[in-house]
C-alpha cells in the first residue's frame, strides 16, 4: 500500500522553505503546519517575511502558523494579522496559555469572526469536546491533538484518535490532525483511526519511499548500510 492509497492527508511540518518546497513537489503532501519550535530550529529571523515567503512559495495549499503571545488579548491581534496574510492560512492557537487558562473563549471569537483556527497542543477528548463546541456552524478548522508526544509518555494515542475523530465528523467543522509523528507507521496508524491529516517532518517523510519493501529487502540493505560505514570507517580489528 502506498500512502496515495489512504485517506489521511499528509501535511509537511517544518520551517524550512526549500523542504517546504520540495515536500510540495512530492506530490505527496497536501498542506503545511509551522509551529515557534521548528521556526528557531530553522533560524528563521522574521515572522512575517517567513510567512509571506512560504505563502509564496506553496501557493494554493493550507498552511498554519502559530501565534506567539501568551496573553489572549496580543493572540488576537496576532491572530487577526495572520489570517489577513491569505486565504489558505489557519491560524494556530494553543488550547490553553502558559498559565493554563483555556483559549476556548478566544477560538469562539475567533471562528465566529471567520478566522480558520488550527488548535494545537490538545491531548484530551475533553478538550476536542469544548472546542468542538464553540466553533462556527459550516467553517473549516483543524483539531491537533500531539499523539507522538501521548505516546511520548507511554500511552497509546489510538483509543483518543479513534473517539476524536467520531467526534469531529460527527460536528462537521474540525478536521482531527495527528500531530508530533515520529514514524512512517504513525501514518497507517493514523489513517485507520480515521484522522483526516497528520503532519509529518521531512526525516520521516524522507522515509516514504521505502513503503512497499519487504522486510527480507530491509534486512540486505541494512547489511548493506553497515558495511559501507565500516570501509568508510577504515578500521581492522585483526
Same mark, same amino acid.
Given at each position: @500500500?502506498?500512502?496515495?492509497d489512504?485517506?489521511?492527508k499528509?501535511? =509537511?511540518?517544518g520551517?524550512v522553505?526549500d523542504? @517546504?518546497v520540495?515536500?510540495?513537489? $512530492?506530490g ?8 515557534p519550535?521548528?521556526?528557531k530550529?530553522?533560524?528563521v529571523?522574521?515572522?512575517v517575511?517567513?510567512?509571506k515567503? =512560504?505563502?509564496?512559495?506553496?501557493t494554493?495549499?493550507p498552511?498554519?502558523?502559530e501565534?506567539? =503571545? ?7 491581534k496576532?491572530a ?8 489558505n ?6 488550547i ?5 487558562v483555556s $483559549?476556548v473563549p478566544?477560538?469562539?471569537k475567533l %471562528?465566529? *469572526?471567520?478566522?480558520k483556527v &488550527? ?5 484530551t #477528548?475533553q478538550?476536542?469536546?469544548?472546542? #468542538? !463546541?464553540v466553533?462556527k456552524?459550516? $467553517? &473549516?478548522?483543524?483539531? %491537533?491533538?500531539? !499523539?507522538?508526544?501521548l505516546?511520548?509518555i507511554?500511552?497509546? +494515542?489510538?483509543?483518543?484518535m479513534k473517539?476524536? !475523530? ?6 462537521g467543522n474540525?478536521?482531527?490532525?495527528? =500531530?508530533s509523528?515520529? *514514524?512512517v507507521i ?6 485507520n483511526?480515521?484522522c ?5 517532518? %521531512? +526525516? ?5 519511499p #521505502?513503503?512497499?519493501?519487504t +522486510?527480507?529487502?530491509?534486512?540486505l ?5 553497515? &558495511? ?8 581492522s580489528?585483526?
Amino acid at each position: @500500500m502506498k500512502i496515495s492509497d489512504l485517506n489521511v492527508k499528509v501535511y =509537511a511540518d517544518g520551517a524550512v522553505i526549500d523542504d @517546504m518546497v520540495k515536500a510540495k513537489e $512530492s506530490g505527496v503532501v497536501k498542506g503545511f503546519t509551522t509551529n515557534p519550535s521548528l521556526m528557531k530550529k530553522a533560524g528563521v529571523k522574521d515572522y512575517v517575511d517567513f510567512a509571506k515567503e =512560504a505563502l509564496a512559495k506553496v501557493t494554493g495549499m493550507p498552511i498554519s502558523f502559530e501565534v506567539f =503571545a501568551d496573553d489572549f488579548d496580543t493572540m488576537e491581534k496576532e491572530a487577526k494579522k495572520i489570517s489577513s496574510l491569505g486565504d489558505n492560512v489557519f491560524v494556530k492557537i494553543p488550547i490553553t496559555n502558559t498559565k493554563g487558562v483555556s $483559549s476556548v473563549p478566544l477560538i469562539k471569537k475567533l %471562528s465566529a *469572526e471567520g478566522i480558520k483556527v &488550527n488548535i494545537t497542543a490538545m491531548f484530551t #477528548l475533553q478538550q476536542v469536546k469544548d472546542v #468542538l !463546541a464553540v466553533l462556527k456552524p459550516g $467553517s &473549516n478548522n483543524i483539531i %491537533s491533538i500531539f !499523539a507522538g508526544r501521548l505516546a511520548d509518555i507511554g500511552i497509546d +494515542p489510538t483509543p483518543l484518535m479513534k473517539k476524536a !475523530a467520531e467526534l469531529c465528523h460527527e460536528n462537521g467543522n474540525g478536521w482531527l490532525l495527528w =500531530a508530533s509523528c515520529r *514514524e512512517v507507521i504513525n501514518v497507517f496508524e493514523a489513517d485507520n483511526c480515521g484522522c483526516d491529516i497528520i503532519t509529518c517532518t %521531512s +526525516p520521516v517523510i524522507d522515509k516514504f519511499p #521505502l513503503i512497499g519493501t519487504t +522486510p527480507e529487502e530491509r534486512s540486505l540493505q541494512t547489511v548493506q548500510d553497515f &558495511n559501507r560505514d565500516v570501509r568508510a570507517l577504515g578500521f581492522s580489528i585483526l
